[in-house]
């Protein structure tokens, strides 16, 4: 059994121990930018503009997150695609989305590569152009209509667009696409994989990567979603639908 002489001397000594280490772990603790990102290799795809503020979207999605998720996350999309295709010149003059959409005509040896690249820097791309605040509440015309027959209702839509996006398991993405039949369909892709390589037009998705929501909504993927459901730009949605059905 320790004395309590023992028992003082264990704490001072622990006292100064932690003294000691504490000046080392705040040292570390005091806040520091992240270092900037290594600059995108150089090559024909480029990071779109945002098109709006960071804070655009607040507070349904925060400024810290579109932010680190467009500067960092996309961008290294961009940089990891022009690095795959570097051998393959030819591939760079095409638009990222016909490299998806024939991911069967990409040569085997960056097929992988471009699938989770491409599809990375392609699903980002119309993921911005998914967003907007303050856009109508809801779709119109057209495709209010054909929501209305496949889903039953618009509130039909959300259900099923939320089980979907909350049901992904892992990484991946959840959309509201047009498919080859010319059908309004609710579907899950896992990773970057995109609804244009199976010949589906896309008109909404959300990103359901951790990285989209994880620091504002921490580990709360549906509050997340339910947000989300605040900044679909339907207007946006409407003029994909048109073209698909064209
Ligand atoms: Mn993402």
């Known amino acids: 059994m320790m004395t309590r002489r023992q028992a003082l001397k264990s704490v001072v000594l622990t006292g100064a121990a932690c003294a000691a280490g504490a000046r080392g772990l705040y ?21 779109p503009p945002l098109g709006y503020a960071f ?48 991911l069967s005509g990409v040569p085997e040896k960056i097929r992988a590569a471009v699938r989770n690249h491409g599809g990375g820097h392609a699903n980002h791309t119309f993921f911005w152009q998914c967003l907007k605040k303050g856009s109508a509440p809801k779709p119109a015309g057209e495709l209010a209509q054909a929501i209305d027959r496949r889903f039953g209702s618009f509130p039909g839509f959300q259900e099923q667009f939320t089980k979907a996006a909350v049901g992904v398991f892992g990484s991946g993405w959840a959309w509201l696409c047009v498919d080859g039949g010319k059908q309004l ?34 580990n709360r993927r549906a509050d997340y979603v339910a947000a989300f459901h605040n900044v679909i730009d339907w207007d946006f949605a409407a003029e994909q639908f048109k073209k698909a059905m064209a």
């Open 27 to 47: 040292a570390q603790a005091v806040p520091t930018l992240p270092a900037p990102p290594a600059p995108a290799p150089a090559g024909p795809f480029k990071l």
């Open 55 to 102: 804070d655009a979207l607040e507070p349904h999605l925060d400024a810290p997150t579109m932010q680190i998720h467009h500067d960092k996350h996309h961008a290294t999309y961009v940089g990891n695609l022009n690095k795959a295709i570097a051998d393959f010149p030819e591939l760079g003059q095409k638009p990222v989305e016909e490299l998806v959409r024939g």
């Open 185 to 218: 369909v609710v579907e899950t892709t896992p990773n970057q994989d995109s609804p244009l390589t199976a010949g589906h037009q896309p008109l909404v998705c959300i990103d359901v990567w951790e990285h989209a929501y994880y620091l504002k909504y921490m």
